[in-house]
Nanobody, 120 residues
C-alpha cells in the first residue's frame, strides 16, 4: 500500500509564496511521473504541473513563471514552489504519482489534498 501525504498549504496574501510537499511511502520500486493538480469550488480538477522521472517539467499556462515543480527521488518527494500567488490560485491542491511497486505492478495514486487560500 502506498500513501501520498501533502503538506504546506495554508492562507497567504496575494503576492505571497507557499511551498507544497508530497511524500510517498510504501512498497515503492520507482516513482514515475509526479504532479500537482488543483480543484477550486465549483470547478473541475485541473493539472497545475507535472515532472517526469528524468526531471522534465510541464506547467499550466496560468502558473508558468510563478510556480516551480521539483522532486527529490531519494526522499520520494515532490515539491511545488508557488510564488506571486493570486486569489484565483485558491483551491485544494492534490499530489499525483505514477508508481511502480516492488511487486512490479503499477498504478496512479492521489493524495488527500491540501488547501491553499490566497486573500486579496
Amino acid at each position: 500500500q502506498v500513501q501520498l501525504v501533502e503538506s504546506g498549504g495554508g492562507l497567504v496574501q496575494a503576492g505571497g509564496s507557499l511551498r507544497l510537499s508530497c511524500a510517498a511511502s510504501g512498497s515503492i520500486l520507482s516513482l514515475n511521473n509526479m504532479g500537482w493538480y488543483r480543484q477550486a469550488p465549483g470547478k473541475q480538477r485541473e493539472l497545475v504541473a507535472v515532472i517526469t522521472s528524468g526531471g522534465s517539467t510541464n506547467y499550466a499556462d496560468s502558473v508558468k513563471g510563478r510556480f516551480t515543480i521539483s522532486r527529490d527521488n531519494a526522499k520520494n518527494t515532490v515539491y511545488l514552489q508557488m510564488n506571486s500567488l493570486k486569489p484565483e490560485d485558491t483551491a485544494v491542491y492534490y499530489c499525483n504519482a505514477d508508481i511502480t511497486y516492488t511487486s512490479r505492478s503499477r498504478s496512479t495514486n492521489w493524495g488527500r489534498g491540501t488547501q491553499v487560500t490566497v486573500s486579496s
